[in-house]
């Protein structure tokens, strides 16, 4: 049996890729590692199918036309035979202790005869030249030791919020849901981690720093540059995700504060990345993004609009929008980001 299928996206990975693949290695028979070589132009094909020559019955090697990370995931998950499902993108890696941790807990539940819809650990940002690396962990907001659900979480701090980096879920749930992330898109990861949340019913967090989190590319999606350069894609995948769920219809009361609060959070990101742009034509698109989420969904719009995140996103003229883009250095430099 494999306990997790790991899908490992690839484009142009040559010089990377294989720490991420050893770092999953460690998992042995127990895992199943699908990399998908997304219409590189590089080694990365080549890479790949050494490693599926060489094992054969842990890594499976996809090469698809390039369709951009989302559909690569989209691929691991289609070829996915494992009970649980993780993406590891192919310039991060894995802890090899906290890995056979996650194993031996996923092994205990089978052996209990116990379902996980959702497994959360920790994640590490690894920033060049960065000496102390920041943990984001969820010890105050999590009960630990326990299968728990929505009602029981607690208060999640702005920097802990649950991305694809900490979350393994469980695979058919995701393939009854349908997940399907668009093809050509960044930052598609937020759909992958906040679409399946309300079909989610057990939860486990397990304490161990699982994935390292790499940030010191140029070419990263999460570099600044790169995200003005990509902001209609970032506002297309907020505006996706304001049409995913009306809240009213959420049951779960736990559970709708912390999706309205992820999406104040993606409300965020849009809005000063369209400010830091200094373009008068994204201003008008920042502006356009609140008009959306007000017609789509007025009560979430009053939630968000009028919290702490929406007023410092929406403060009058340039002096505001100074004293906003300030905000988000300092939150930058506090959660460690890009």
């Not at 042995?28 to 050494?50: L, P």
């Not at 590891?88 to 209990?112: Q, Y």
């Not at 920033?127 to 208060?155: C, M, T």
Request: with cysteine; charged share 30%; glycine share 6%.
């Amino acid at each position: 049996m494999k306990y997790i299928t790991f899908a490992i996206p690839c484009y142009n990975s040559q010089d990377y890729m294989e720490r991420a693949i050893e770092s999953v290695l460690v998992g042995g028979d127990d895992v199943e590692i699908i990399i998908v070589n997304d219409g590189s132009k590089d080694r990365t094909e080549e890479i790949a199918k050494e490693y599926e020559e060489k094992y054969p019955n842990i890594v499976k090697a996809i090469s698809q036309e390039n369709g951009g990370h989302g559909e690569a995931v989209n691929t691991g998950l289609s070829h996915a035979s494992g009970k649980y499902f993780k993406v590891v993108d192919s310039d991060d890696w894995l802890d090899e202790e906290a890995l056979k941790k996650v194993l031996e807990t996923l092994k205990a539940f089978e052996e209990k005869d116990q379902d996980l819809d959702m497994l959360i650990s920790n994640y590490v940002y690894e920033k060049v030249g960065v000496e102390h690396k920041k943990v984001i962990h969820y010890r105050n907001a999590l009960p630990q030791n326990e299968i728990f659900g929505w009602s029981d979480i607690g208060r999640f701090r702005i920097d802990q919020y649950i991305l694809m980096h900490s979350v393994i879920y469980r695979t058919e749930l995701l393939k009854l849901i349908q997940l399907k992330l668009p093809k050509h898109t960044f930052y598609v990861d937020n759909i992958y981690v906040y679409y399946p949340l309300p079909s989610v019913n057990t939860i486990y967090y397990l304490d161990v720093n699982l994935y390292r989190y790499y940030i010191g590319r140029d070419d990263q999606s999460v570099n600044e540059k790169n995200m003005i350069k990509r902001i209609d894609q970032q506002l297309f995948v907020t505006k996706t995700m304001i049409d995913m769920y009306q809240m009213k219809r959420i049951t779960n009361k736990k559970l709708k504060s912390y999706m309205i609060k992820y999406l104040a959070i993606m409300m965020t990101v849009s809005s000063i990345i369209c400010i830091r742009s200094k373009k008068e034509e994204n201003l008008k698109k920042k502006k356009e993004l609140w008009q959306y989420l007000k017609k789509r969904d007025y009560r979430t719009y009053f939630k968000i609009r009028y919290g702490i995140l929406g007023q410092t996103m929406n403060l009058p003229g340039k002096p505001g929008r100074k004293i906003s883009s300030m905000g988000y250095s300092v939150m930058r430099r506090i959660i460690g980001f890009n």
